[in-house]
């Protein structure tokens, strides 16, 4: 896979160079914004039409960027607290893609004749706002990269995990048996593997009603089983 990241804080994207790119199948490639600016203080902002708080982003800079950075190909993503919401289905879709290529807005955000004449998809992690899309790209880059094949150990760990079936995943436990009088629930050392799968499907069903009611609301009621717990 291939990736370029566009920004003017091209120093913040540098954990991903550091960490799980190391290993991971992923030709990445961070530029600053600013090489595309020609002005002698290398503008990349001004203010909004029609008045209002912060600076905006200029198109041009960011046209002549994508128009160098761009393939055929290429999915182009922008973070926005405006875009729709970045899930797991999405990391998986985006695990698949040939080339990325995430444009990282700050101030106010990019012109909006940008992300139309790209085609470009705004992309928001939840119901706060950043300072800019930086962060965002290292949080989505780390959950598409996991993704790709060969980049976790125990391939099967993607099976149970958090939001592969709608559920949040089940409490886990290690050794010791009892610490500080707090015990390993007595069903996981029975030996017994289908009270085992019982229990941990119980837990995750448990913890999601309590915590995501959503993802419970949305579940397919194909995919509960008469045994599991009514909540
Ligand atoms: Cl993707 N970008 C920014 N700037 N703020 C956000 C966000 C993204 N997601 C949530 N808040």
Redesign the pocket.
Known sequence: MRVDIISIFPDYLAPLDLSLMGKAPVALTVHDLRTWTSDVHRTVDDTPYGGGPGMVMRPEPWGLALDSVLSPGARLLV???A?AP?TQKMAHALAEEEHLVFAC??YE?IDQRVIEHYAAT????????????E???L??MEAIVRLLPGVLGNASSLDDESHAHGLLETPVYTKPASWREHEVPAVLRSGDHGKVARWRRDQALLRTAARRPDLLAALDPATLDKRDIAL
Request: glycine residues 24%; without cysteine; charged residues 10%.
């Open positions: 973070p926005s607290p875009g970045f807005g700050r955000g705004e992309v928001s992690l939840g119901d706060y706002v950043l300072f800019g899309g962060v965002a790209v949080v989505m």
